[in-house]
Nanobody, 113 residues
Framework: QVQLVESGGGLVQPGGSLRLSCVAS????????MGWFRQAPGKQRELVAR???????IYADSVKGRFIISRDNTKNTVYLQMNSLKPEDTAVYYC???????WGQGTQVTVSS
C-alpha cells in the first residue's frame, strides 16, 4: 500500500517562500513519477508540477519560473520549492504518485498579508 505524507505548508506573506515535502512509502520510488497538485476553495484540483523517475519536469504556466519540483530518492521524498508566492497560490497542496489513485492528505498553503 502506497502512503504519501505531505508537510511544509503554512501562512506566508506575498512574495515569500515555502518548501513542501512529500514522503512516500510502499512504492518503488526512484522509478516513479510524482506530481504536486493543488485545490483552491470552489475550484477543481489542478496540476502544479510533475517530475518523472528520470527527473524530467513539467510545470503549470501559472507557476513557471517561481516553483521548482525536485526529488531525493535516498529519502523517498519529493519537494516543491515555492518562491514569489502570490495570494492566488492559496490552496491545499497534494502530492500524487503519477498515474495512480494514491494521494497524500494535503497541506494548506495560505498567502496573505
Amino acid at each position: 500500500q502506497v502512503q504519501l505524507v505531505e508537510s511544509g505548508g503554512g501562512l506566508v506573506q506575498p512574495g515569500g517562500s515555502l518548501r513542501l515535502s512529500c514522503v512516500a512509502s510502499g512504492s518503488d520510488f526512484k522509478t516513479t513519477g510524482m506530481g504536486w497538485f493543488r485545490q483552491a476553495p470552489g475550484k477543481q484540483r489542478e496540476l502544479v508540477a510533475r517530475i518523472t523517475g528520470g527527473d524530467s519536469t513539467i510545470y503549470a504556466d501559472s507557476v513557471k519560473g517561481r516553483f521548482i519540483i525536485s526529488r531525493d530518492n535516498t529519502k523517498n521524498t519529493v519537494y516543491l520549492q515555492m518562491n514569489s508566492l502570490k495570494p492566488e497560490d492559496t490552496a491545499v497542496y497534494y502530492c500524487n504518485e503519477w498515474g495512480t489513485a494514491f494521494w497524500g492528505q494535503g497541506t494548506q498553503v495560505t498567502v496573505s498579508s
